[in-house]
């Protein structure tokens, strides 16, 4: 049964960046698709990007290009997922997600089926 | 602001049945699965329909799905006071080459 946990609440300054963790396990890592989802208080899910190791390369939402980094690490089965340039409306929960599958182009196009726990962010 | 339109809000009385409409376009529900999540206060979001109207193990039969053109239709019957929480539609964006959510609707057992 896959799992994913995710790193501990972090505040940070504006303008500083975050990186937020997710550790899988169970499964096949390398063969995931791995997204992170973001939702403000009160508010909706927000989509952030993606990636599945086998291909490689992330795919971003185009409201986050240049500022987050989606990686990896097949040696350890963590994902991480840096947001650079915080601002205070972003003090929201970051989720990592795990698709139940993903086109053959590398979309994670599938309905995420496991969730980790949610990392709360403050920026202040 | 989403691509998805939900409504804000359903209720319904416990043991009667509710639906939650997700409208898209051509370039998301209209070209791709759909699937819904529920969220209850202070939790993840939970997988309750993928490919329109499959439920993952351990959903039960009182949820089903269902897409016609470019909307779909989460149906809950039996509601139970457990069903309150925030329900979201989601799926891909070929346009946008986005996973996109709908705005979620709050369901409400009377």
């Known amino acids: 049964q896959v799992q994913l946990v995710q790193s501990g609440a972090e505040v940070k300054r504006p303008g500083s960046s975050v990186t937020v963790s997710c550790k899988t396990s169970g499964g096949i890592f390398r063969s995931f698709a791995i997204n992170w989802v973001r939702q403000a208080p009160g508010q909706g899910l927000e989509w952030m990007g993606g990636i599945i190791p086998i291909f490689g390369t992330p795919i971003y939402a185009q409201k986050f290009q240049g500022r987050v980094t989606i990686t990896a690490d097949e040696f350890t089965n963590t994902a991480y997922m840096e947001l650079t340039s915080l601002r205070s409306e972003e003090s929201v929960v970051y989720f990592c997600?795990?698709?139940?599958?993903?086109?053959?182009?590398?979309?994670?196009?599938?309905?995420?089926?496991?969730w980790g726990q949610g990392t709360t962010v403050t920026v202040s | 602001q989403s691509v998805l339109t939900q409504p804000p809000s359903v209720s319904a009385a416990s043991g009667q049945r509710v639906t939650i409409s997700c409208s898209g376009s051509s370039s998301n529900i209209g070209n791709n699965f759909v699937s819904w999540y529920q969220q209850l206060p202070g939790t993840a979001p939970k997988l309750l329909i993928y490919d329109n109207n499959k439920r993952p193990s351990g959903i039960p039969d009182r949820f089903s799905g269902s897409k016609s053109g470019t909307s779909a239709t989460l149906g809950i019957t039996g509601l139970q006071a457990g069903d309150e929480a925030d329900y979201f539609c989601g799926t891909w964006d070929t346009r946008l080459s986005a996973y996109v959510f709908g705005t979620g609707t709050e369901v409400t057992v009377l």
């Open positions: 997600a795990k698709s139940l599958y993903y086109s053959g182009s590398g979309t994670p196009s599938g309905g995420m089926d496991v």
